[in-house]
């Protein structure tokens, strides 16, 4: 059974950084693409990053409305990857998904999705 866990999530303040992180079980990532997403409320889904294993140090891409902040990297050893977050806004304030496929490329579609974690930016 194919299990995503997402962690590292809380209440932070604007400016502060975090690190989510997105555990894989009964899932090899180093050979998939791992996409994080977040969804505020009120809001859609938004992808803010995606991260493949096309190339040996993953390819990532980034939205404009995240690039500079976000950046996503890979442990094949634990089987996880994470997505760290700088320069936190109030707008970052959503619940943080990771979502996985076995295909070695972005632009595909997922397969298996994590719960979420919430993150609350608050001053």
């Known amino acids: 059974q194919v299990q995503l866990v997402e962690s590292g999530g809380g209440l932070v303040q604007p400016g502060d950084s975090l690190r989510l992180s997105c555990a894989a079980s009964?899932?090899?990532?180093?050979?998939?693409?791992v996409g994080w997403f977040r969804q505020a409320p009120g809001k859609e889904r938004e992808e803010v990053s995606c991260i493949s294993s096309s190339s040996s140090d993953g390819e990532t891409f980034y939205p404009d409305s995240v690039k500079g902040r976000f950046a996503s990297s890979s442990d094949s050893a634990r089987n996880s990857v994470y997505l760290q977050i700088n320069s936190l806004k109030l707008d970052d304030t959503a619940v943080y998904f990771c979502?996985?496929?076995?295909?070695?490329?972005?632009?595909?579609?997922?397969?298996?999705w994590g719960q979420g974690t919430q993150v609350t930016v608050s001053s």
């Open positions: 009964g899932f090899t990532l180093e050979y998939a693409t």
């Open positions: 979502a996985a496929v076995a295909y070695p490329y972005c632009g595909a579609e997922f397969d298996y």
